[in-house]
């Protein structure tokens, strides 16, 4: 298990940034690819972001030129900092770790982002 807790969600302007933090505990967080997905009410979930064990980044076409995911091993911690915030930008933020050995999958509880017009 790899416990994680997410940062950062709020009440937040259109037009405005916010940076989401997602905790991991454990030593072996620099072997884990890491993911943000997103899910608004009613709608599936969907992929955010994701920064690979070795700092590859992809992003959503919903969020591209928007978001940048970002790492700290020595924190054992990943970032989503989104700029130029959307109303349809308004959901729950999932951090998701996928161990790069053996694809294990952990997710974190949410934290919730609202975005007012």
């Known amino acids: 298990q790899v416990p994680l807790v997410e940062s950062g969600g709020g009440l937040v302007q259109a037009g405005g940034s916010l940076r989401l933090s997602c905790a991991a505990s454990?030593?072996?967080?620099?072997?884990?690819?890491m993911n943000w997905f997103r899910q608004a009410p009613g709608k599936e979930r969907e992929f955010v972001a994701a920064?690979?064990?070795?700092?590859?980044?992809v992003y959503g076409n919903s969020v591209k030129g928007r978001a940048t995911i970002s790492r700290d091993n020595a924190k054992n911690t990943v970032y989503l900092q989104m700029s130029t915030l959307k109303p349809e930008d308004t959901a729950v933020y999932y951090c998701n770790a996928r161990r790069s050995t053996d694809g294990s999958t952990y997710w974190g509880q949410g934290t919730q982002v609202t975005v007012s017009s």
């Open positions: 454990g030593r072996t967080f620099h072997s884990y690819d």
């Open positions: 920064i690979t064990w070795n700092d590859i980044t």
